[in-house]
């Protein structure tokens, strides 16, 4: 490529991308208010059943519920061990998400309790059968208030958890490592948004519900994927869009100047590409995966 080539694309580059780029990409952090249900007016059974949310049911809660309550079950660890096809991935490009592992009695997992009336248990459960379909089965668990009451009523509660064995299983080997999870987070997006989105609006929820309580892995994970963001995510953009700026110069003919139609017309589609959900993701994907780097 000639030297009149390169200082094109560097021009177009800085003018259109560098930016945009450069910009530190805002994730819609969710707002926690699901504890401020009004409990004067709620009609309760004892038949009602509760849901406890370690993941992303902390954040994104879309069936009625009449209480809500932050506390932990013991015996388990919440771990980034279950690939996601159906949400925040795909089945060519798995996200991550969370599931739990048996662990030892004194473990604990934080998350939140839900209280299903009884009439709206059975469309509650379809709903989050459905919801949970990749891997997850249903079970039951004991939950317990958070900060501890020894006064406190101890909950039989629904638990969702994606077991070994499981199609979309990744708690094995090198899948299981903190730098393979941070990786296949740093670039996966599905129809419900990036992986990132997912995963920092769990460790956002966690630091605001229960400060003073450390989820390693949580912690482990965050730092190895903010060192991608700041160290190579720029970097590996930036590359990957003048391959694409040169790709769309050239496709072009070798007669044209900027201000053509035609060229105007075709950076205007790389950058409406730009403004799309995941198009971090789909640019890192190329660049990671087109033989340049591992």
């Given amino acids: 490529m000639s030297n009149k080539s390169l200082h094109q694309i560097d021009n177009i580059y800085n003018e259109l991308f560098r930016k945009l780029v450069e910009s530190v990409e805002t994730v819609n952090v969710a707002e926690i208010q699901h504890l401020n249900v009004n409990k004067e007016r709620t009609v309760t059974s004892e038949n009602d059943i509760w849901i406890f949310g370690y993941g992303s049911l902390m954040w994104k809660v879309d069936f009625p519920y009449i209480d809500c309550q932050s506390g932990y079950i013991c015996g388990y660890l919440r771990r980034f061990y279950q690939h996601s096809i159906d949400h925040r991935g795909t089945k060519i490009r798995p996200g991550r998400v969370v599931t739990l592992i048996k662990a030892e009695s004194t473990d604990r997992v934080y998350g939140l309790a839900y209280r299903i009336a009884v009439k709206d248990k059975e469309n509650v459960l379809k709903h989050l059968d459905y919801r949970e379909k990749n891997g997850y089965q249903r079970c039951e668990v004991t939950f317990h208030k958070f900060p501890d009451d020894s006064k406190a009523e101890i909950l039989k ?6 077991t070994p ?28 948004g990036t992986n990132r989105e997912y995963f920092f609006n769990l460790l956002h929820t966690m630091l605001a519900l229960f400060p003073g309580i450390n989820d390693n ?3 482990e994970i965050d730092n190895e994927l903010q060192r991608l963001i700041v160290t190579r995510e ?6 990957a869009l003048k391959k694409e700026i040169s790709l769309t110069l050239q496709s072009l003919g070798n007669n044209i100047t900027l201000n053509d139609d035609a060229v105007q017309g075709q950076l205007y589609q790389l950058i409406k590409y730009c403004s799309k959900v995941g198009w971090r993701e789909g640019l890192l994907v190329k660049e990671l995966y087109s033989g340049n780097e591992k």
């Avoid at 509660?157 to 994606?162: G, K, Q, S, V």
């Avoid at 720029?234 to 590359?239: A, D, G, M, S, V």
């Fill in 234 to 239: 720029t970097k590996l953009l930036e590359r």
């Fill in 165 to 192: 064995g499981n199609e979309s299983w990744a708690g094995d080997g090198d899948d299981a490592s903190v730098v393979k999870i941070a990786e296949q987070i740093f670039t996966s997006v599905g129809p419900s």
């Fill in 217 to 219: 892995h949580l912690l």
């Fill in 157 to 162: 509660i629904l638990i969702y958890i994606a």
